[in-house]
């Protein structure tokens, strides 16, 4: 059996401390949004990406794509919106077997009055803290970690 490729000390602190961000910056922003709007972070984020439509209307696989869920979160998520009024599903017309998720009007005024204090906690916890060239830094980063990753062979 071959050794596993053990972190070196660099990576080891690298890796640490990113795991320290991916816990404390989700819980503040979810923290946030469930203090000030009654919604979870994942709620926002369904709630964001429809009010970006025109139409403000999705296809539920999209939308679980656009929102970096999978299908089964996302309906329970949609579920959850609907009972309180902020979306509603509808079948696609021309294919019977999609499911479309549409932002109400009383979904609108949520977004609206909730993204205000989401986007200056989103400033405080991130943008604020660094430079333009960091956050280009960051962008670039984010888009390598987001890569599919090259399949690995083993010898």
Known sequence: MDEPRWLTDDEQQAW??????????????????????????????????LSERDDRRLPMSRLARKASASLSRLSHVVARLEAQGLVRRER??????????????????????????????????????????QVRQLSKLCDALLEDPAPRVNP
């Open 92 to 133: 696609d017309p021309e294919d019977g077997r999609v499911q479309i998720a549409v932002l109400t009007d009383e979904g609108m005024k949520k977004i609206v009055a909730a993204a205000p204090g989401h986007v200056d906690t989103v400033q405080n916890l991130v943008f604020d803290r660094l430079s333009p060239a």
């Open 16 to 49: 640490r401390r990113f795991i320290e961000v991916l816990v404390k910056v989700p819980a503040a922003l979810e923290g946030q949004l469930q203090r000030e709007a009654g919604l979870t972070h994942m709620g926002y984020l369904v709630l964001a990406t």
